[in-house]
């Protein structure tokens, strides 16, 4: 499920936003698995495949086929890959090769001076929100919320993540995707309150927003200006009437109104695309440059 709402929010405001530069075809783009591991050589055979197919080069992080339990090597190898790929000027883009677990862990040993000094596309979903929120506030780098390299890339968001990383005209309406069945549509969009909103948008994985080390963390967003927030939620599990998306939306919205006490929280708008569908990029700019535009 994704969800836009309105939203008092501080991104960055001690420093202007830097918008990295589009891609263009035969660019270089790293590839590193900041949370899970992927060792498996057919995942990894299909990363490379999926930025071959958008005319980009492909580069692996050197430790990118480690592994530490579940996550891609320890949290120095993977900060390692990661200031590796901001560092190379050959590098135009930095893609998270999966998500799964594991990023937050890199907050406190990021260096963001040096991803400020070297702005570039940062890409990736799920538990890269941590990344996502922790580089915009302290780096204060516009970053996209989009496909891991081993998403299920649909005609629908292969159409939008072109559009969002190789052009710098907005993106204009998005909506849901063609449904084959207008009865009983597969993704459902659903007015909550009408309006307009306007302001930079930020968002990621709701239950990444929610555990203690992003919300007790210093210097990430606070509740200081309009923001629209876009969120994605994870379907119940375990079967209950309260364990599906609209129980964890509300959730998120109590955790966060408690943490950190915004003066108005009204969600705007409640709908989805499906997994790898809704993922297509959200930051839109002008110039040379793509970034935030709501």
């Known amino acids: 499920m994704g969800a836009a ?54 580069k692996f992080g050197k430790n990118v086929r480690k592994r530490e339990g579940y996550l891609g090597g320890g949290i120095g190898e993977r900060v390692e890959d990661l ?44 538990d890269i929100t941590a990344l996502h929120l922790a580089i915009q506030k302290r780096a204060g780098l516009v970053t996209f919320h989009g496909p891991i390299t081993l998403s299920r890339f649909t005609p629908y968001t292969q159409t939008y993540f ?15 995707p063609p449904d084959s069945d207008p009865l009983r549509p597969a993704h459902t969009l659903r007015t909550i309150r009408p309006g307009r909103a306007r302001g930079p948008l930020i968002g990621g994985q709701a239950r990444r927003r929610r555990r203690h080390h992003l919300r007790r963390m210093p210097g990430l967003p606070a509740a200081r200006f309009q923001a629209i927030v876009r969120i994605h939620t994870l379907g119940g599990r375990s079967g209950g009437r309260n364990s599906g998306p609209p129980a964890r939306s509300r959730a998120l919205w109590t955790d966060h109104r408690s943490h950190r006490r915004p003066a108005h929280a009204a969600p705007r708008r409640d709908g989805g695309a499906g997994r790898g569908q809704r993922r297509a990029c959200d930051r839109r700019g002008r110039g040379n440059s793509v970034g935030s535009r709501a």
Do not use: W
Request: some cysteine; overall charge positive; charged content about 25%.
């Open 5 to 58: 709402c309105a939203l008092p929010l501080a991104a960055a405001t001690e420093r202007k936003l830097i918008r990295p530069k589009a891609l263009r075809p035969g660019d270089t783009v790293g590839l590193i698995t900041p949370s899970s591991y992927v060792s498996d050589p057919d995942r990894l055979a299909l990363a490379e495949r999926t930025a071959r197919y958008f005319g980009l080069v492909p």
């Open 162 to 176: 072109r559009r969002a990383l190789f052009e710098t005209e907005p993106l204009g309406r998005i909506t849901n």
């Open 83 to 126: 200031h590796a790929m901001f560092r190379d000027p050959e590098v135009k883009a930095v893609f998270a090769i999966r998500g799964g677990y594991g990023a937050a862990q890199l907050l406190d040993a990021i260096d963001y001076d040096l991803i400020r000094s070297h702005p570039k596309i940062f890409l990736g979903y799920s």
